[in-house]
């Protein structure tokens, strides 16, 4: 199976995962569509995108857990109850162990923009704020800020400025 196919059967697993909340597949892969312009637009080698583009369709897996055991989606918990499932999700589709820890590690800090760690950790952030910064309703001047502290690779600054920036 090529990298393409596995991130179809990917895609499918996380719908049927999240059957019953379209709000959630809508996120997840609007996320996902910018994680794939940002990683190509940046030129990122085929298996980093092959990683960041499978830890954009689950980043928000650990949502549900969060919801059931918490009662709350708050990021923190998140980002500990999204490995989990994720690795389940992933380990009966062929992922080595090396890619599942990754994606792993970009779900349980997709909420944390300290010490981030590679091209793909950004570029999720990245993809995550253009999403979450429509659906929020995000102010112009909220807009501003997170484009300034957080939007750092080439292709996400100019979506970021297009999307929410002009006028």
């Known amino acids: 199976m ?31 569509a910018f994680a794939k312009a940002i990683a190509s637009a940046e030129g990122l080698d085929e298996q980093t995108q092959h990683t960041l583009e499978v830890a954009a369709l689950l980043h928000d897996i650990g949502i549900r857990p969060s919801l059931e055991k918490y009662a709350s989606s708050a ?33 349980a800090h997709h909420h944390t923009y300290t010490d981030i760690d590679g091209i793909d950790y950004q570029i999720l952030i990245e993809a995550d704020f253009l999403v979450n910064a429509l659906e929020e309703g995000m102010s112009r001047e909220a807009a501003r800020r997170v484009y300034d502290q957080y939007i750092r690779t080439q292709a996400g600054r100019r979506f970021f400025a297009q999307l929410f920036l002009t006028q």
């Open 2 to 32: 090529d990298m393409q196919q596995r991130i179809g059967r990917v895609m499918a697993e996380m719908i049927a995962y999240e059957a019953g909340c379209p709000q959630r597949i809508h996120h997840f892969l609007k996320v996902y």
């Open 75 to 107: 990021g923190p918990y998140q980002e500990q109850e999204g490995p989990a499932p994720a690795r389940a999700l992933l380990a009966p589709l062929g992922y080595e162990e090396a890619r599942i820890a990754r994606v792993c590690y970009l779900i």
